[in-house]
């Protein structure tokens, strides 16, 4: 679907472009249009992607199929209100924090269509996590649209957007915490005596690996875990303090308090 469509990028900092360069890695055949108020950025595209800058906000909103909006959160209301009538038509996305369907809606005209969408950091990888949440005047075909997009950094799941705070409560400040267990789990393995550069490679391939074991298996990760601790073996020791420690359930307050707190930068009670 993304044949002869032209996607618009409106703000081209860390996941505007990691958006654009999972599309030019794809090599799908798509026009890409960009757009930044930083001068820079835009030179910056220009000179390592040949893409196709617009002078102002108002050029993508009129010569794109799909515009996507990454800009700060604060900056949503007053762009789209200046960009209301050019949208018409257009399939809109809005990847900003916090920034709700509600809020979007209006600043827009009644029946525009529009996709919430939450992704996360590793995108600037290809391997992102992105959750879509499309209002009630998106197409069955814009949403697959913009799904294929999405696609092209990393894998995609539509959800209902009142789950929108968890998300990224999860995914959306999941990384962070990920990090901060391989720094812990390196931590643990220069303890013991090993080199902090070697500790941290086999500390994150443990874990890519373990996650990628997740997604490719039809086991959930408690069995996965029990092929791995052996009756009376190390990896049970190590799996007794973690949880003798609260483990599980200070990540699960960790989701819980990230999700409250997205919540609250939305306006919404959770």
Known sequence: MLDNKTIGVIGTGNMGSALIEGLLRHDVSCRILCYDSDAAKLDSMQREHGLS?????????RGADVIIIAVKPDAVAPLLAGL????????LVSIAAGVTMDAIEKVCAPSQQVVRVMPNTPALLGEGMSVLSPNRHAT???????????????????LPEKLM???TGLSGSGPAYVFTFIQALADGGVKMGIPRKEALILAAQTVAGAAEMVLESTEDPITLRGRVTSPGGTTIEGVHVLERSGFSGIVMDAVEAA?????KLGGNKA
Not at 259 to 263: E, L, R, S
């Open 165 to 167: 705070d968890a998300v």
């Open 53 to 61: 800058c617009a002078t102002d906000a108002t050029g993508i909103a």
């Open 140 to 158: 069955r075909e814009s949403l697959i649209l913009v799904d294929q997009v999405f696609s092209c950094s990393g894998r995609t799941l539509t």
């Open 84 to 91: 209301r009538d050019a949208l018409a038509g257009k399939v």
């Open 259 to 263: 999700t409250v707190k997205a919540a």
